[in-house]
């Protein structure tokens, strides 16, 4: 069943009315050249020497800006290990705490601005797109409905905003029944968004103009902080070709720099980018020093050549894209540390930032820039406005995403396994080879899939009443949101190691992406090698044969693979292409011959690729 197609399935209704948001919202400043770095505790970053407070009352003001990033319409706590986060203890060692969720979200971030009066609450992209059943069954209208009761001030675009294209982008903007779907509640107009889409280096590629604002003010008292917004320059080679048609998408710093003048010239002295891309720090716990030994020593990644340089004007980045957590200080230009954050993904991370704002300047007094990463605990209230939001939209999905649809003896991890290849990653690639490997379904030879379309792990014990190690679709849909359609491809052995050695080299190189691969490939990947070297070319074979360079095999993937997606431009070059199922389909297919009651599936061993490291 298509996306379209389920919609429907559950009713003819629209989005229920909200308000229209804060009128106070949006961060930023232009820093002055002069201002100097932060360091901290464990977690955070703070002032290293004076606050650059003065004795005159009323001369500086804190502005506290919360802030977080690729939420994915996770509205309840994501299931399995997506849904925890790692915390560093005094003593050195890491506990493991469950996170996530936007009851719980919410809760944290209204408890957080408590006695502050200067509050901006901001994000930096992938809001929406990869969603959960809850959200992606309704377009992620769900999703918008909590972020306009979050108070949301501002957003950049991520890449993931433009999955169902340009016009789909405008609508989670401007409002308006889906044209195809139409309304999901009767008498209800989806409003949308209560905050403004930000999205400064996305341009209309005849007209050169920007698709959405490229940044606002936040005013309160006289206090104004611009919010800069972008995603990614690289935004389509991981967005299908259909998602960004008729757009360009221009240098990152270039556009920051751009619109930082603008600002400047306006008066505008404060500016904060908000910013779909980001790095990758030494540590995946939340609250790890990212500033030891030194400012920036902690991370590395695209963020960092951005950061180093955009104009000192711009005094912080709230940050995103790469799912990690970090409260880091980057030199600029001028050589002075300036704050760079991101807060993990799915809600279950918060960053806490504190600009001080002064007054004469009109600038961000950059030596008293604190800021610290929180996680969204789930031992808190649930707040009951987000409880209310879930039941609701939960009882329009229930016909559809209650139906039980496999069955597993234990957890499969997926988008939590924490390793190149996934246990899921095998299930979703052997799916993908069952569907098209009859003639005349494509003919198939093996399965490559591409690890960002894994959304979250299969739970043995998942929220809900459908009992334990059911599969329902809604958990199904979880993993499998994008209803990409599989193409079955014609590719040489030669073309075909180019695209495994793409996985970990050319842009894939600094962070890897590792294609899952369906049953009878196997090959060596050896880490401490570099580049293309990494994997090794005697150990690529399929069926226990070596890889032929000359011969050619038949290859299904997705569509958004064959298009060159992920860093993987050889894929662009196959030939005879098959069209075949959506990819959910396959995999709801798989559940059903190979996940039964009487015989449930266990998870596979993920013993396809061979790590050396």
């Known amino acids: ?25 949006n961060t930023g400043s232009a820093g002055s050249a002069g201002s100097a770095g932060s360091a901290g505790s464990a977690g955070s970053a703070g002032s290293a020497g004076s606050t650059g407070r003065t004795s005159q009352a009323g001369r500086t003001v804190d502005v506290q800006l919360l802030s977080f990033n690729d939420f994915h319409g996770n509205l309840e706590p994501p299931q399995g290990s997506s849904g925890t986060v ?23 971030l209204r408890t957080a601005r408590k006695g502050h009066p200067y509050s901006i609450t901001a994000a ?27 108070k949301l001030d501002a957003t950049s675009v991520g890449n993931h905003e433009f999955d169902e294209g340009r016009a789909e982008l405008q609508r989670m903007q401007n409002g308006g029944c889906h044209p195809k779907d139409g309304c999901y ?63 360009k998408f221009h240098d990152e710093i270039e556009t920051i720099n751009k619109y930082a003048e603008e600002l400047d010239r306006q008066g505008v002295k404060s500016i904060v980018t908000l910013i779909h891309e980001g790095g990758e720090p030494a540590s995946k716990a939340y609250n790890y020093q990212c500033d030891s030994p030194g400012p920036g020593d ?30 880091c200080t980057i030199p600029d230009p001028a050589g002075n540390p300036r704050m760079v954050t991101s ?62 649809v496999g069955h597993i003896t234990a957890d499969i991890p997926g988008r939590g396994a924490g390793a190149p290849e996934s246990p899921l990653g095998d299930v979703i690639a052997d799916a993908q080879l069952e569907a098209t490997k009859a003639a005349d379904k494509g003919g198939a030879q093996l399965a490559l899939m591409n690890p960002g379309g894994i959304r979250s792990d299969l739970a043995y014990q998942a929220s809900g009443s459908e009992g334990d190690g059911v599969v329902t679709y809604g958990e199904a849909f979880t993993v499998q949101p994008f209803t990409n359609l599989l193409n079955v ?54 069926d226990g044969t070596p890889l032929d360079p000359a011969k050619t095999y038949r290859v299904a993937m997705n569509q958004f693979l064959a298009g060159g997606g992920d860093g993987f431009p050889v894929f662009k070059d196959a030939r005879n292409k098959h069209v075949g199922p959506a990819d959910l389909d396959a995999f709801l297919a798989y559940l059903k011959a190979h996940a039964s009651a009487d015989s449930p599936l266990t998870p596979p061993k993920a013993d396809r690729i061979t790590l050396v490291k």
Not at 3 to 13: F, H, M
Not at 98 to 107: D, H, I, K, R
């Open 298 to 327: 902690g991370i590395s990644g695209p963020i960092t050549a951005i950061a180093k340089g955009v104009t000192p004007k711009v005094d912080a980045f709230v940050t995103g894209h790469t799912h990690e957590a970090y409260v």
């Open 124 to 150: 930096a992209g992938d809001l929406v797109g990869g969603s959960p059943m809850l959200s992606g069954l309704f377009h992620d209208e769900p999703t918008i409905e909590a972020l306009n009761k979050l």
């Open 343 to 404: 807060a993990s993904s799915f809600g279950k991370v918060y960053t806490d930032t504190t600009l001080t704002y002064d007054r004469r300047t009109k600038d961000i007094v950059r030596t008293s820039v604190k800021s610290a990463n929180h996680a969204v605990r789930r031992d808190v209230p649930k707040a009951a406005d987000m409880t209310s939001l879930i039941n609701r939209w939960t009882k329009l999905a229930a016909p559809v995403a209650n139906r039980p």
């Open 489 to 542: 491809v014609d590719l040489t052995g030669a073309q075909l190691l180019t695209g495994l050695q793409q996985q970990v080299s050319g842009p894939n190189e600094a962070s890897p992406r590792i294609l899952q691969v369906s049953k009878g490939l196997t090959y060596t990947l050896d880490m401490t090698k570099t580049g293309a070297d990494r994997v090794i070319k005697d150990s690529v074979k399929l």
């Open 86 to 108: 790692e915390e560093l203890q005094p003593d050195g060692t890491k506990k493991t705490v469950p996170a996530g969720g936007v009851e719980y979200l919410a809760q944290s």
């Open 1 to 25: 069943m298509t996306l379209g197609a389920t919609a429907l399935a559950v009713a003819a209704l629209t989005a229920a009315a909200l308000p229209a948001g804060a009128d106070t919202g």
């Open 185 to 247: 509640e009767k008498g209800k107009r989806f409003p949308g968004t209560g905050f403004p889409y930000l999205a400064a280096n996305v341009t209309d590629e005849k007209t050169d103009k920007p698709i959405l604002k490229p940044y606002t003010v936040w005013k309160k008292n006289g206090v104004k902080i611009g919010l800069i917004g972008l995603t990614l320059e690289g935004t389509p080679d991981v967005v299908t070709a259909d998602g960004v048609k008729g757009l």
